[in-house]
């Protein structure tokens, strides 16, 4: 009985979470802050609903819609001073734009400084353009009108967009309250930082350090180390504590130096680099020295004298020469730690915030916490391997991580240059060549100059080397546009590419016929789409088939992870392909319309006067929807086969969606 009672609860719930499909996430409110007789913060803030996010002004080319403020009257009656500064807001990396975006959660303050021209002026007016996004909905591109009130008086309160573009007045007080009001507005936003990306950071770091305590320079110096603290200190509690304060003297070493790249830059400035073509190609050049210096070529060491000075005041003694032991470790290894210090720095610079110090810390401690164990068990020194031309073998085995991984630095630019010299299947030779060519190092097959003579490989090398061929043989395929999903962020994406549409697409069409109308285009996955609600029908209609609309846009993150992960999938594709006609909306289409067919919407009051604008309106007047992905399948008459799919990434559930609403057509 009580299952039944839950079992109807939950329908009842879901019934109303069906019917209501119009969000309104986002409300606008203006304030402003007199700092002299002619000079005025503009203050604009949005109150966003939980789970709703909104974009920052700044977004990288081919990313989401960027936050724009425009201000009517600016040059005339009054000068913009500065650009419209924002809050700190949150930066993550996109895995489906691939590139880091800075969005707001909550709440999102804009403020503008202005001067006047006219001092007689007492209202600003403009408007902000911005999208909004959650979990699993985007809302098409909005642009809502802005007042600014200047000149307050005791009863003014701030003005406040409402649904509809109409304004409405807030609560406020005099003129004196509302300066407090806006001063504490302007404050930076709490930044939350994205926690499990500064775990996944030092966790990385870790296993970098860890690499470098498994190569020549490092390694050997821990039996020699802990050997001289057990026989030096006079009980073995003592000689604990001295490699115990060794090693966190390693850890303030390394931590010092990530401190120290971030007071310089600054926690901010770094996070803008990594998005700097220069920044990336310098750190590209950087990466191919450390990795052929790795390989065998040549060195990288510090001045011999650094280490001569530093060995002078570890014989002090006591905590001093202690601390100058571990920094003359520093210096000895920098040979082997060196390259992976820079690379770990690089990618913490990438991400910003006190990101290098975190990255150093996990580093240092991969690196300090074998001291401090063995001194403590000096018993397990009898189990480590003894050195020899394994060691060297972990070095070269880096030299090619690293040669890899300059690539991607080099992609980032041409990238963001839109130069198409580094397109994807250039980058993916660029990488089975790298990784091929260590799958033939780690079989025997090629030696490098450090490398010691010897008659057979060991079971562990045969098994990596076995592994990283198999890695080279997967990357293959997406010569000719295999998605490879392990791999997903790191090459360049799939339209950046010689053949952006894969292999075969172009006998795709010649199979559908000649006469395609004109709106009809090469889709995801070599899909057939179409752009026209009208046009698609009545192909539809023509080849007997249902229609799928599909209400998207160019800037909707769900709906490039709903294409990417869930149409690849081959049983979900072939449906797609063949089983229906599929009508592509973009709600964010910026083409104009013809003027004979622009219009004033009935809904929104507002002039639909762009292709985006037209579907938009017939989202909400037909289905009473407004957030994207949203699917409906369809028969000939423009009716509903099933109930609506939006954003779901299980892929089972929505092939069997489709199969229900095409089922339901061969029925009727």
């Given amino acids: 009985m009580v299952k039944k009672h839950l079992f109807f609860l939950l329908l009842f719930f879901s019934f109303f979470a069906l019917q209501a499909q119009i969000f309104d996430p986002v409300k606008w409110e203006t304030s402003v802050n007199k700092i002299s007789d002619n000079e005025y913060d503009l203050t604009l803030k949005a109150q966003l609903e939980s789970n709703w996010h909104l974009y920052a002004q700044k977004i990288p080319d081919n990313g989401p819609i960027p936050t724009t403020i425009s201000f009517e009257g600016a040059g005339k009656d009054f000068e913009l001073i500065g650009e419209t500064q924002e809050g700190e807001g949150h930066e993550a990396y996109d895995e489906v734009f691939e590139m880091d975006i800075k969005f707001f959660e909550e709440e999102a303050v804009f403020v503008q400084k202005v001067r006047l021209i006219n001092s007689d002026i007492t209202l600003i007016k403009g408007s902000v353009e911005f999208m909004v996004c959650d979990d699993k909905n985007c809302l098409p591109p909005t642009s809502e009108q802005i007042l600014f009130q200047l000149k307050l008086s005791p009863q003014t309160s701030p003005i406040i967009s409402d649904k509809n573009n109409n304004t409405v007045s807030g609560m406020a007080g005099s003129e004196d309250k509302e300066e407090n009001k ?15 990306s500064l775990w996944q950071l030092f966790f990385l770091s870790f296993i970098a350090g860890f690499a470098a305590l498994l190569t020549p320079c490092v390694f050997p110096m821990i039996p020699m180390t802990v050997s001289f603290f057990t026989k030096q200190s006079k009980n073995r509690a003592m000689g604990i504590r001295n490699a115990i304060i060794y090693g966190i003297s390693i850890i303030v070493l390394y931590v010092g130096l990530g401190t120290i790249i971030t007071a310089i830059f600054g926690a901010d400035s770094l996070n803008a680099l990594s998005t700097n073509v220069w920044f990336n190609i310098i750190f590209f050049v950087l990466l191919v020295v450390f990795a052929i210096s790795f390989l065998g070529a040549f060195e990288i060491t510090l001045p011999s004298s650094w280490g001569t000075k ?3 005041q570890a014989d002090r003694g006591g905590f001093v020469g202690i601390f100058f032991m571990a920094l003359a470790l520093a210096i000895v290894s920098f040979s082997c730690t060196g390259p992976i210090v820079g690379t770990a720095l690089v990618a913490a610079a990438a991400q910003g915030g006190i990101a290098p110090v975190i990255s150093m810390f996990g580093f240092s401690l991969a690196i300090a916490l074998p001291f401090a164990l063995f001194a403590a068990f000096p018993g397990w020194l009898n189990s480590l391997p003894k050195s020899g031309g394994w060691l060297n073998t972990v070095k070269v085995v880096l030299g090619f991580l690293e040669l890899a991984l300059a690539f991607k630095f080099l992609s980032n630019a041409d990238l963001v240059l839109q130069a198409h010299w580094l397109e994807r299947e250039v980058f993916l030779a660029i990488w089975i060549a790298i990784f091929g060519a260590l799958a033939l190092y780690l079989l025997g097959k090629i030696k490098l100059p450090h490398d010691s003579d010897q008659n057979h490989i060991s079971v562990g090398r045969l098994s990596f080397g076995l592994v990283v061929l198999a890695f080279t043989i997967y990357m293959v395929p997406g010569l000719w546009g295999a998605p490879l999903k392990l791999i997903s962020g790191f090459p360049p994406p799939m339209q950046y590419s010689e ?14 016929g000649d006469d395609l109308p004109k709106s009809a285009h090469i889709g995801p996955h070599g899909i057939i789409a179409f752009l026209d609600y009208e046009e698609g029908l009545a192909f539809a209609k023509k080849v007997n088939k249902p229609a799928m609309i599909d209400f998207t846009g160019h800037a ?17 594709l072939n449906v797609l392909k063949n089983d229906l006609v599929l009508i592509s909306l973009y709600v964010d289409d910026k083409r104009e319309l013809p003027e004979d067919e622009q219009y004033e919407s009935d809904i929104t009051n507002k002039r639909i006067e762009t292709i985006g604008n037209k579907w938009s309106e017939f989202q909400i007047k037909k289905y009473a929807a407004n957030a994207q ?15 609506y799919s939006a954003y779901n990434p299980d892929i089972d559930e929505y092939l069997a969606w489709l199969n229900e609403g095409i089922g339901n057509f061969k029925s009727n």
């Avoid at 053949?499 to 559908?512: R, Y």
């Avoid at 909707?556 to 979900?572: A, H």
């Fill in 629 to 643: 992905p949203y699917y409906v399948l369809i028969d000939h008459n423009g009716e509903n086969l099933n109930e």
């Fill in 310 to 312: 530093v060995d002078s």
């Fill in 499 to 512: 053949s952006p549409n894969g292999i075969g697409t172009g006998s795709i069409v010649t199979e559908l």
């Fill in 556 to 572: 909707c993150v769900n709906c490039r992870k709903m294409e990417e992960k869930v149409w690849s999938d081959p049983e979900v």
């Fill in 182 to 196: 806006v001063k504490k507005e302007i404050k930076p936003q709490n930044t939350k930082k994205d926690k499990s």
